[in-house]
């Protein structure tokens, strides 16, 4: 075993920053309580609020790592428009009655799920004590902070990742304009009435409503 | 300096787990589906810490791709499930047993 970055347990040390190891621990609190709360929570309308909750604290986490820009987009996409377009879904279907999460259709399924989670976790504690991060080449990307010794004063990530987007990753950038609008063709074909005429000839289809929420909020990305 | 990367590295392993443990447990397909996001948000967490130990852009803009992939899963997943709920009243994994009929 290659004696890894997270094989020497130093980083197991309170840090002196009392104000980062407090935000970490509360964030990670945050991550924590909701998501357990999505899986334990027997209304799925509690669950996609304790998923708000939990993506929060992601976003928090995203801050304290100088990702200022990838925490705006994590709260405007995913608690604006991911977790809207649940809570819709959920009405839209009424589905928002409680189920019983105790009721097992497949004999033993609960054990043996919590059972690999325990594996998932264990495994993947391993792979990261075995491993060893970071080659010391530098990637076709660029740097994130070209001064680390002031890491707040640098350039801010939002014109680092602006560049890399749009000159390195300026192919995948193309594709995935693409598949979003693959997608929202998708939706409008999935969500239609089946049997029903052409989208024109449909006058008052309620479901056209939610594939409408849905675009915009694609372009805001 | 904030904590070490290695915090947020496990602190997203438990986010993982969690989120698979939820897919196999749960049987509300929309829950399922927010547990799905759980686990590719740990992976976005990991991503950006690995960004940020080796000072590295690619993870962040890994992210941003990530977040876009995930608007389009969730709205075509949305869409299969209304489809499926019009067709079998349900949305629950039991009601989706047959793949015709």
């Known amino acids: ?221 | 300096m904030s904590v070490p990367y290695q915090w947020d590295i496990v602190l997203s392993m438990l986010l993982f787990s969690i989120g698979a443990v939820g897919v196999l447990v749960r049987r509300n397909i929309l829950v399922m589906f927010m547990c799905i996001e759980l686990m590719l948000n740990a992976a976005n967490l990991a991503f950006v810490s690995f960004a940020r130990h080796l000072n590295d852009v690619a993870g962040q803009a890994i992210v941003f791709f990530v977040l876009v992939v995930a608007a389009a899963e969730v709205v075509v997943g949305l869409g299969i499930v209304v489809a499926m709920f019009r067709r079998r009243r349900g949305a629950t994994a039991d009601d989706f047993h047959l793949m015709k009929g």
């Open chain 1, 1 to 221: 075993m290659v004696p890894g970055a997270l094989f020497h347990f130093s980083w197991l040390k309170i840090p002196a920053n009392r104000i980062d190891f407090l935000t970490f621990v509360f964030s990670a609190a945050i991550v924590l309580v909701g998501a357990v709360n999505v899986v334990r929570q027997r209304n799925p309308v509690l669950a996609a609020l304790s998923l708000v909750m939990t993506l929060f604290g992601v976003a928090v986490l995203f801050v304290e790592q100088q990702a200022n820009f990838l925490a705006a987009v994590q709260i405007i996409v995913y608690a604006g428009a991911i977790v809207v377009l649940f809570l819709f879904v959920i009405m839209f279907l009424g589905v928002d009655r409680e189920e019983s999460i105790s009721e097992e259709p497949l004999r033993g399924q609960r054990f043996w799920a919590y059972l690999l989670m325990a594996l998932t976790f264990v495994g993947l504690l391993l792979a990261g004590l075995g491993s060893r991060f970071g080659s010391g080449v530098p990637s076709v990307a660029g740097t994130l902070n070209d001064n680390p010794a002031h890491p707040r004063s640098a350039t801010p990530d939002v014109v680092v990742l602006g560049k890399s987007v749009f000159t390195t990753y300026l192919f995948a950038f193309e594709i995935t304009s693409a598949l979003l609008v693959i997608a929202v063709v998708g939706a409008v074909v999935l969500a239609r009435r089946p049997g029903a005429g052409p989208l024109a000839e449909e006058d008052d289809d309620e479901v056209e409503v939610e594939v409408e929420t849905a675009e915009p909020e694609e372009v805001s990305t």
